[in-house]
């Protein structure tokens, strides 16, 4: 079956615009996550859906950045007035569940680019 | 919180040589493990984990790592290694009894050299 897809694959923007970043999960996949991987860094989590629970926000690093999942599908990761420090790809992955020891399955990622 | 540390920023190694990137963890509780590598352009692909049972896992492409709860470590490991091998490795972190977030190290570039 088909991985998780990301679009797009890259991104410029200006600085202050708002950009839309999407993810499509694996099929029966219930938990979805959004990762953050800056140049030369490790991967710095975001946010996690698990089915119709409330998610995770907990890693958003400010209220800039914000994230919807429509039930077990597609999640959007919306920022709000780039800044150049978002600059970095984002990362989607997705899970069987967000418990036990599921691995997950990565997207190739978008390039965001903030000039 | 579940955190990895990741000690060295590189590793070089002779193609055929034995591959080793070490991990080490931090967890108040039971550790799920895993490893990760990353390809130039491409996204992260699992490669093995450690839930339960027998300390040595097998994964993709030859790979194995070893779970040491003493010493908090799960090391990766290869007999011998190509140049294909060449790539980013990330180790990852959960901790059973607390949320179900990853805790990711900041990953080892390994470079074999033909």
């Known amino acids: 079956g088909a991985g998780v897809s990301q679009s797009p694959s890259n991104k410029v923007t200006e600085k202050g615009k708002d950009v839309e970043l999407r993810c499509d999960p694996i099929s029966g996949h219930t938990a979805l996550y959004w990762y953050r991987q800056r140049l030369g860094q490790g991967l710095e989590f975001l946010i996690y859906?698990?089915?119709?629970?409330?998610?995770?926000k907990s890693g958003l690093p400010s209220d800039r950045f914000s994230a919807e999942r429509t039930g077990e599908s597609v999640s959007t990761l919306t920022i709000q007035r780039t800044q150049q420090e978002d600059s970095a790809v984002y990362l989607c992955a997705s899970s069987r569940r967000a418990g036990d020891g599921d691995e997950q399955f990565f997207g190739p990622g978008t390039r965001l680019t903030v000039l | 919180a579940q955190s990895v540390a990741q000690p060295e920023d590189q590793v070089n190694v002779a193609e055929g040589n034995p591959l080793t990137v070490k991990c080490t963890y931090s967890v108040s509780g039971n550790p799920y493990l895993f490893w990760y590598v990353q390809y130039p352009n491409r996204g992260l692909q699992f490669l093995l984990k450690y839930i339960t049972g027998d300390n040595l896992v097998k994964g993709s492409y030859g790979f194995e790592a070893e779970f040491n709860k003493s010493q908090t470590s799960f090391h990766l490991k290869k007999p011998s290694a190509l140049v294909s091998d060449s790539a980013l490795y990330f180790c990852a972190v959960r901790d059973i009894s607390g949320n179900n977030r990853l805790a990711f190290g900041k990953g080892n570039q390994v470079v074999v050299i033909p």
């Open positions: 859906f698990q089915g119709n629970s409330a998610p995770d």
